[in-house]
């Protein structure tokens, strides 16, 4: 079966034509459309008070995405919470970083950053020991990066800032229209079979970016017939490139 329907749940591009995705629409005559699987809900302040959670016990914040980011400076203002300028940021790339200039005046603010990975933002944490952190994060957060920094004796706190839902898709799309389903997150997975418990993928294509998204599409019961990152495909749209090449070398071979 050829490719020619692509669903990717995330939101879509500004300009779909000065991305991958439309570079791959030209070379192999798909089409890709892109719908969010999942929506964001605020914790109040109030629930993070019943959590014991106080801003003012840290002297730095742990931020893996501009959610995060967004969110902790929502509930400082909903706590009444001063953001001081001694307030040291760990944030999981540069791209993060600085998205905190929508709230600060980032020359004048620690901040810190890795490459991409947690394990890399971990090793410039751990030169911070003395430092109590405020890991801010969602709801369904992967415990793995609290074991992580637990194993190197850092003294932090975990705060889900906001919760992660299935966004309501049933009169949004069609999912039989689709050749190729491709997910980021579990909770992406979540939502599929929420939103469509009588989908059966039979031929259908599905990618997962990460290997908490890839074991969640298999716990599901689904086939994972592509996966990122790896060693040749590190990004999503390098491994659907990849995918969609071999299939148009085999359909020529025929």
């Known amino acids: 079966m050829k490719t020619k329907n692509i669903l990717v749940s995330q939101p879509q591009p500004a300009d779909v034509a000065k991305t991958p995705f439309g570079d791959m629409e030209k ?20 629930e993070l008070r019943e959590a014991h959670i106080k801003l003012t ?17 929502r ?39 890795g490459n991409q990975t947690f394990p890399d933002l971990l090793e410039i944490m751990k030169k911070h020991k003395e430092e109590s952190f405020l890991y801010c994060c969602s709801d369904i957060s992967s415990d793995a990066n609290m074991a992580l920094m637990t194993a190197a004796r850092l003294n932090v706190t975990k705060a889900a ?7 309501d898709l049933k009169d949004k799309i069609k999912i039989a229209d689709y050749d190729m389903l491709v997910f980021f997150s579990p909770a992406g997975i979540d939502s599929l079979v929420a939103n469509f418990p009588k989908f059966k993928q039979k031929d259908v ?45 085999l359909s020529k071979k025929k």
């Open 27 to 46: 070379k192999y005559g798909v089409t890709f459309t892109f719908e969010k699987f999942i929506k964001l809900e605020d914790i109040t302040a109030s």
């Open 57 to 73: 016990d840290h002297s730095a914040v742990i931020l893996t995405s501009r959610n995060a980011v967004d969110h902790f400076f």
């Open 75 to 113: 509930v400082s203002k909903e706590m009444r919470y001063a953001v001081p300028e001694t307030l040291k940021y760990f944030c999981i790339n540069e791209s993060t970083a600085l998205y905190l200039q929508r709230y600060v005046q980032y020359r004048k603010r620690k901040v810190f950053f």
């Open 161 to 167: 800032l906001f919760r992660t839902v299935s966004a």
């Open 205 to 249: 294509v599905i990618g997962g970016f990460g290997s908490a998204t890839c074991k969640a599409i298999t716990d599901a019961g689904f086939e994972l017939n592509i996966i990122a990152p790896t060693a040749e495909t590190p990004s999503m749209t390098m491994a659907i490139e990849a995918y969609l090449a071999a299939e148009a070398k």
